[in-house]
T-cell receptor, first 114, second 116 residues
Framework: DAGVIQSPRHEVTEMGQEVTLRCKPI?????LFWYRQTMMRGLELLIY????????DSGMPEDRFSAKMPNASFSTLKIQPSEPRDSAVYFC????????????FGAGTRLSVL | AQTVTQSQPEMSVQEAETVTLSCTYD???????LFWYKQPPSRQMILVIR??????QNATENRFSVNFQKAAKSFSLKISDSQLGDAAMYFC?????????????FGKGTHLIIQP
């Protein structure tokens, strides 16, 4: 299995631009998670999906952030408009639905907003 | 809400020695899962070990073992025979066992340095 695949690996953009991060979960995993990692706040859960349905988006920082999962093999996290404080590493992870199951992480996208 | 605390921002150990990383958590739930993840400079998050709260026996994975004290809400990681490849950030994480696949709650991490 190729694991969780995220793209791009690095993204540099200017303030005000739209940014779209992409994630392909492990085949057969029906839970998908988006996390953000910063020095100040550590690793934070932004949103998670079960069977393509958003379950909890309480971690999404503000309306500029949105996430979709149009099918079982693809998810996007969009920031519009982007701000310098959005600079972080964004991780996608997937798992089988029960709590005992391991979450497997992608390699992350390092976002820099200038 | 659950919280996870790692009180050691940085730890250093000589190669081949043993080191213990501390983690405490706060929850009102009785059933949950605890994890240690490793993040090397490549930034890939790698699972090290997992503990189910209903199991009294401490989990072990080769050189890695945990000391799980449910009453004290403590979940420390012991690395035996430390190797240079163990150098990384280590994160303790909590996940609820209640219905639905909740996300992980992470501690702030411990930076482990291995001295050759």
């Amino acid at each position: 299995d190729a694991g969780v695949i995220q793209s791009p690996r690095h993204e540099v953009t200017e303030m005000g631009q739209e940014v779209t991060l992409r994630c392909k979960p492990i085949s057969g995993h029906n839970s998908l998670f988006w996390y953000r990692q910063t020095m100040m706040r550590g690793l934070e859960l932004l949103i998670y999906f079960n069977n393509n349905v958003p379950i909890d988006d309480s971690g999404m920082p503000e309306d500029r952030f949105s996430a979709k999962m149009p099918n079982a093999s693809f998810s996007t996290l969009k920031i519009q408009p982007s701000e310098p404080r959005d600079s972080a590493v964004y991780f996608c992870a997937s798992s089988l639905p029960q709590g005992k199951n391991i979450q497997y992480f992608g390699a992350g996208t390092r976002l820099s907003v200038l | 809400a659950q919280t996870v605390t790692q009180s050691q921002p940085e730890m250093s150990v000589q190669e081949a020695e043993t080191v213990t990383l501390s983690c405490t958590y706060d929850t009102s739930e009785s059933d949950y899962y605890l994890f240690w993840y490793k993040q090397p400079p490549s930034r890939q998050m790698i699972l090290v070990i997992r503990q189910e709260a209903y199991k009294q026996q401490n989990a072990t994975e080769n050189r890695f073992s945990v000391n799980f004290q449910k009453a004290a809400k403590s979940f420390s990681l012991k690395i035996s025979d430390s190797q240079l490849g163990d150098a990384a950030m280590y994160f303790c994480a909590y996940r609820s066992a209640r219905g639905g696949a909740d996300g992980l709650t992470f501690g702030k991490g411990t930076h482990l340095i291995i001295q050759p």
